[in-house]
C-alpha cells in the first residue's frame, strides 16, 4: 500500500486536521511515514496566514518538481488554506500538483487521491469563496452528509497510541473578518458543533488515557449550539442555546477523570463573565486565557476592524484576574500595521508592559492576497521599521516573561511530561511553521499564528526545540542516574519547565521543584507527590 509524507504548517486547527486525515487515510490501508524520500504520496497541509509559511510551501514544491519528473508516479498534494486560497492559481503555477484540498473539504480527500490513482488526473475540491456562506450554514443545519463533521467523528481512541494531549474542535470558521486576516475566507463561517458530539469525543479521548484537551476555534468564546426544544413557536420547535461558559461547564462535570481542559482562542470582545466564573470554579479548567490584542493604539484596532478598544481590553483583563486568580495571560501582537507610527507602535509597547503577559506572540504585518487589508491599504510601513519593532516588543516580553518565571523558584509544581526535551526524531522540523502531522506538541498560538515571543528566529540559525522554545542541551550531571535524560514538561500555565528523570515518565502528571529560570526556559528537580502546590501549576 502507498506510503504518505504528511507535513503540517501554521496552527492546531491545521494539526488537527492533519491528524484528522491520516485516521481517515490509514483506515483506508494507507501507511504514514516520517521520510519524504520514501514516500509514494506527499501532502503539505498547508497555512495563508503569514507570507513565510505560504513561501515555505513554494520552495518545498519547487524541490518536489525536480523529484516528479524522475518519478511520475510520485503524487503531490496540497491541502488546507494555501489550496482554498489560491485555488486554480496554485495548480497553474505548480502543475506537477495532482491534489488540492480546501480546509472544508477534507472529507472528501481519500476520494480525491483514489480518484487520481484510478485516473492520474488532477483532483481538487475547493469550497470556493462565493458559495462558502451557503455551504458552511448548511454543515450548521446538521446535514447528515456534512462531511466535516465526519472527518471530526473519524478520529481514532486507541489507547495503544499513547496520546496524553488532544485537540478538540468545538467551532469552525469565523465571522470577524479582520482586515489582515485570510482565515474567514478560507475556512467559512462560524459554526458550532453539537455539544453532546464534542462531550463524546472528550469522553473517549480521556477513555483512551487522554489527560489533557485543548478545545479549538479561532473564536470559542463565540460558540453557540442552538438545540429544538419540545416547546413549539409560530415558525417551528423552539430553541435553546448552549453557550460556550455551558459548554466548559458540562465537559468539566462530564470529564471527571480528564486532569487538564484548556482552550483556544479566545476574541477580546464579547467575553462574558460567566465564562470566568466557571474557570474560576472548575479546578481541572487551567487557568490560562489567550487573548489576542493584536495593538494598543484604538485607531490601529479600527483600522484593523477588531471590534474592541484599547480600554476595553484592559477592561476584559482586569476581569479576568479579579474574577479567576491566579489567571495567566498570553497575548498577540502585530507591528508595522500600514500606517503605524511611532505613537501606535508606544501604545502596543505600554500596553504589553501593562498586561504582563505569561508570553506572547508577535508578527511583524504581512498583506496577504484575498484580505480586505492588501485591497484597502498600502504596506507602508518600512521593513527595517517593523523589524525594529518586532525586536525591541520581543525583548520587552522575553523580559517580563523571565521575572514572571523567576517568581516560580522554589515552588513545586505539577507539570504533565512531554517526553525527551529537544528533538528525537530525524523529521524534526526545524521551526514552528512546519510540523509533521502525528509529532505535534505545540506551545499555544492564536489559530493562524505561529512565533512565540523570544524566538527572533528568522535567519538566525538558532535550534529550537519541539515547543519553538530556544534549544537547551542536555545537562548532565554527576548525580544522575545513566538511564535518565533530560525531559519537559509543561505546567496547567504551559510555561515549559525541563527536568531530569527516566524517559518512563512521558505523559505522567508529576511535581517538579523550579530551581533555575533562564530567560524562557525553567529547569526543575522531580519533586514529591505531597510537596505539590495550587498555585504554581
Ligand atoms: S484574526 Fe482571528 S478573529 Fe480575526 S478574522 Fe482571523 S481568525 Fe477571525
Not at 175 to 182: A, I, P, R, S
Not at 443 to 447: A, F, Q
Given at each position: 500500500m502507498k506510503k504518505i509524507y504528511l507535513e503540517t504548517f501554521g496552527c492546531q486547527m491545521n494539526v488537527l486536521d492533519s491528524e484528522l486525515v491520516e485516521t481517515q487515510l490509514r483506515a483506508l490501508g494507507y501507511s504514514f511515514t516520517p521520510a519524504l524520500d520514501d514516500a509514494d504520496v506527499v501532502l503539505y497541509n498547508t497555512c495563508s496566514v503569514r507570507q513565510r509559511s505560504e513561501q515555505k510551501v513554494w520552495s518545498r514544491l519547487g524541490i518536489l518538481k525536480i523529484r516528479k519528473a524522475e518519478d511520475p508516479a510520485l503524487v503531490v498534494g496540497v491541502i488546507g488554506c494555501m489550496a482554498e486560497r489560491d485555488g486554480a492559481g496554485l495548480m497553474k503555477r505548480m502543475p506537477h500538483v495532482d491534489l488540492m484540498c480546501g480546509p472544508s473539504e477534507l472529507d472528501q480527500l481519500p476520494a480525491l487521491l483514489e480518484n487520481h490513482l484510478k485516473t492520474g488526473k488532477q483532483q481538487h475540491a475547493l469550497a470556493g469563496n462565493n458559495s462558502r456562506r451557503t455551504k458552511t450554514l448548511d454543515h450548521a443545519r446538521e446535514d447528515p452528509d456534512d462531511g466535516l463533521e465526519a472527518l471530526d467523528l473519524a478520529r481514532s481512541f486507541s489507547p495503544y497510541e499513547q496520546r496524553f494531549q488532544a485537540y478538540v474542535r468545538i467551532v469552525r470558521g469565523c465571522?470577524?473578518?479582520?482586515?489582515?486576516?485570510?482565515v474567514p475566507y478560507t475556512r467559512g463561517a462560524e459554526v458550532s458543533r453539537s455539544p453532546q458530539v464534542i462531550l463524546e469525543e472528550a469522553r473517549k479521548l480521556t477513555d483512551a488515557g487522554c489527560l489533557e484537551i485543548t478545545l479549538l476555534g479561532q473564536t470559542v468564546n463565540h460558540y453557540a449550539y442552538a438545540h429544538d426544544t419540545q416547546a413549539s413557536t409560530s415558525t417551528g420547535p423552539a430553541k435553546q442555546r448552549t453557550t460556550f461558559a455551558e459548554l466548559l461547564g458540562l465537559l468539566h462535570e462530564g470529564l471527571p477523570h480528564l486532569p487538564r481542559l484548556r482552550f483556544l482562542t479566545n476574541f477580546p470582545a464579547d467575553f462574558g463573565d460567566d465564562i470566568l466564573q466557571v474557570m474560576r470554579d472548575s479546578?481541572?479548567?487551567?487557568?490560562y486565557l489567550h487573548i489576542p490584542a493584536q495593538s494598543g493604539s484604538d485607531r490601529i484596532l479600527q483600522m484593523m476592524n477588531r471590534g474592541y478598544t484599547r480600554d476595553s481590553y484592559l477592561e476584559l483583563v482586569g476581569r479576568a484576574r479579579r474574577i479567576v486568580p491566579h489567571i495567566q495571560l498570553v497575548g498577540d501582537f502585530i507591528v508595522g500595521f500600514p500606517t503605524e507610527t511611532d505613537a501606535d507602535y508606544a501604545l502596543s509597547r505600554s500596553l504589553a508592559e501593562q498586561v504582563r503577559y505569561k508570553n506572547a506572540f508577535i508578527f511583524k504585518y504581512s498583506p496577504r492576497p484575498g484580505t480586505v487589508g492588501i485591497k484597502r491599504y498600502v504596506d507602508d510601513v518600512p521593513e527595517e521599521i517593523k523589524r525594529f519593532r518586532n525586536n525591541d516588543l520581543l525583548r520587552l516580553q522575553n523580559h517580563i516573561s523571565h521575572e514572571l518565571n523567576r517568581e516560580l523558584l522554589g515552588q513545586v509544581v505539577e507539570v504533565l511530561c512531554d517526553g525527551p526535551s529537544g528533538w528525537g526524531g530525524t523529521n524534526a522540523p526545524s521551526d514552528k511553521d512546519s510540523l509533521i502531522a502525528g509529532s505535534a506538541h505545540q506551545?499555544?498560538?492564536?489559530?493562524g499564528a505561529t512565533l512565540a515571543a523570544g524566538l527572533s528566529r528568522a535567519g538566525s540559525g538558532m535550534r529550537l526545540d519541539r515547543h519553538g522554545q530556544p534549544y537547551v542541551a542536555p545537562q548532565v550531571t554527576a548525580q544522575r542516574p545513566p538511564d535518565w535524560v533530560q525531559l519537559s514538561g509543561r505546567t496547567t500555565f504551559d510555561q515549559i519547565v525541563v527536568f531530569d528523570g527516566p524517559p518512563a515518565l512521558t505523559g505522567r502528571i508529576l511535581p517538579v521543584r523550579i530551581r533555575e529560570a533562564l530567560g524562557m526556559t525553567i529547569f526543575a528537580d522531580l519533586a514529591e507527590a505531597s510537596d505539590a502546590c495550587r498555585t504554581g501549576g
Open positions: 465571522n470577524k473578518f479582520c482586515t489582515y486576516c485570510v479546578p481541572r479548567i487551567c487557568r506551545s499555544p498560538v492564536e489559530l
